[in-house]
């Protein structure tokens, strides 16, 4: 079905730090003199839905063509992964067609960046879980935390609202938001790893902590650590 994301490789001796893995994974520190370190991944939104996928029109898009999506005639995953880094967010409409059953929203936060001045890593995104309500034709306010990139840059939060007001629904603290998973840290100054996205800073019934970013090595020509895995279902990252 889907995986939380793997924290990308440290640099080794003058190589660059590798990305995180979708979703949500810490970027690699960067090796001495290496070119960079590595970007995070961005999180996810994933809408876990029990309805057959072929009664559903326009199914394409409830299965994306990188081979996130998957479905049977059980369960249907949706995927909600567009990024804006400095936008508002988005509104996700459910489908008139969707029965008013509930639904599991499971969110991962975005990946922090590993840190170009030393070779600590980033930490990966934390995990959230809600089972709701959703009503057909209602729209949804959301937001996907994006990576971490520059220089040891955090990861985005990504959260879900129960209503379609930016005014209630514009941080993954605010008064509607019913699903929340804070995004990794980058990687510090120093050599050492970023955390990853804190538990206690998301909402839901089940949440996981990102996993820690690794550290690098402080003398020349050391590696740059790994970055840090994001939670998900099975645990913490």
Known sequence: SYGAGSGGDGG??????????????????????????????????????NQDLSTIPDA????????????NDEITYHYLTDVEPYGYGHL??????WSPLGVTLEVIGGGGAGNNNAEGAGGGGAYSKKSLLLTPGASYWY???????????????????????????????DTDVVVAA????????????????????GTGDVR??????????????????GG??????????
Request: negative net charge; glycine residues 36%.
């Open 143 to 173: 937001r996907v935390g994006y990576g971490g990139f520059a220089n040891g840059g955090g990861g985005g939060s990504t959260w879900f609202c129960d209503n379609n007001l930016y005014s209630t629904c514009d941080n993954s603290q």
């Open 208 to 225: 996981k902590s990102g996993g820690t970013g690794g550290n690098g090595g402080n003398t020349d020509n050391d590696g740059g650590g």
């Open 12 to 49: 080794n001796d003058n190589g660059r730090g590798r990305d995180g893995g979708k979703y949500g994974g810490g970027g690699g520190g960067k090796a001495d003199d290496g070119s960079r370190a590595g970007y995070g991944a961005p999180g996810i939104i994933i809408i876990v839905y």
């Open 60 to 71: 394409e898009i409830y299965a994306s063509a990188e081979g996130y999506g998957a479905s």
């Open 228 to 237: 840090g895995g994001a939670a998900g279902p099975g645990g913490s990252g």
């Open 92 to 97: 996700f409409t459910v489908p008139e067609n």
């Open 182 to 201: 804070a995004g990794g840290n980058g990687g510090n100054d120093g050599a050492s790893g970023g955390n990853g996205g804190d538990l206690l800073e």
